[in-house]
T-cell receptor, first 113, second 114 residues
Framework: AQSVSQHNHHVILSEAASLELGCNYS??????LFWYVQYPGQHLQLLLK??????LVKGIKGFEAEFIKSKFSFNLRKPSVQWSDTAEYFC???????????FGTGTRLKVLA | DAGVIQSPRHEVTEMGQEVTLRCKPISGHNSLFWYRQTMMRGLELLIY????????DSGMPEDRFSAKMPNASFSTLKIQPSEPRDSAVYFC????????????FGSGTRLTVV
């Protein structure tokens, strides 16, 4: 069965620090990959997505993610975080034959001002 | 577009009562999903519909939970009878298959069963 692992459950950074959140999935076929963000008290919002093509995907608010097929990874990055990036981040995967997402357990990011 | 609309935003009910959560997906979206979010279990897919037909309800925890989608613009998730362990945030999401697999989530219903 497909699964998604986010190994960092809690991350605390100072403003202007660089961010990388790990996401690994287990599935041998063609996958679609997503990162969602959930700000405190709000619903999930799509940050970025990968279907095919350039493995480096740029999303909103300065976030990017790199798909490395050989490592089954889709890590989220941001060169310089801001206090307003404090949120929970979810990685999700779905295979090309279905649009049923498998979500990771989420990573809570706290950015200190 | 107003996005995915869920009601109510908050619901507090007593154990044993029936609870009905409502969702209006984005017009034209043909897939609808109900998720439950708790601190302990994260995001769990309860059920999803395609073209108003339930495709996968394997995530529905037990018979106390039921979901319907009588038409393309409305879905309900019902819990009867409710229990304290059902307390969670319930999200509805919709998507348009074929063009964009990204979901649009509603703002959620925070359910508290006392």
């Amino acid at each position: 069965a497909q699964s998604v692992s986010q190994h960092n459950h809690h991350v605390i950074l100072s403003e202007a620090a660089s961010l990388e959140l790990g996401c690994n999935y287990s599935y041998g076929g063609t996958v679609n990959l997503f990162w969602y963000v959930q700000y405190p008290g709000q619903h999930l919002q799509l940050l970025l997505k990968y279907f095919s093509g350039d493995p480096l995907v740029k999303g909103i608010k300065g976030f990017e993610a790199e798909f490395i097929k050989s490592k089954f990874s889709f890590n989220l990055r941001k060169p310089s975080v801001q206090w307003s990036d404090t949120a929970e981040y979810f990685c999700a995967v779905t295979d090309s034959g279905t649009y049923k997402y498998i979500f990771g357990t989420g990573t809570r990011l706290k950015v200190l001002a | 577009d107003a996005g995915v609309i869920q009601s109510p935003r908050h619901e507090v009910t007593e154990m044993g009562q029936e609870v009905t959560l409502r969702c209006k997906p984005i017009s034209g979206h043909n897939s609808l999903f109900w998720y439950r979010q708790t601190m302990m279990r994260g995001l769990e897919l309860l059920i999803y519909f395609n073209n108003n037909v339930p495709i996968d309800d394997s995530g529905m925890p037990e018979d106390r939970f039921s979901a319907k989608m009588p038409n393309a613009s409305f879905s309900t998730l019902k819990i009867q009878p409710s229990e304290p362990r059902d307390s969670a945030v319930y999200f509805c999401a919709s998507s348009l298959r074929g063009l964009d697999y990204g979901y649009t989530f509603g703002s959620g219903t925070r359910l508290t069963v006392v």
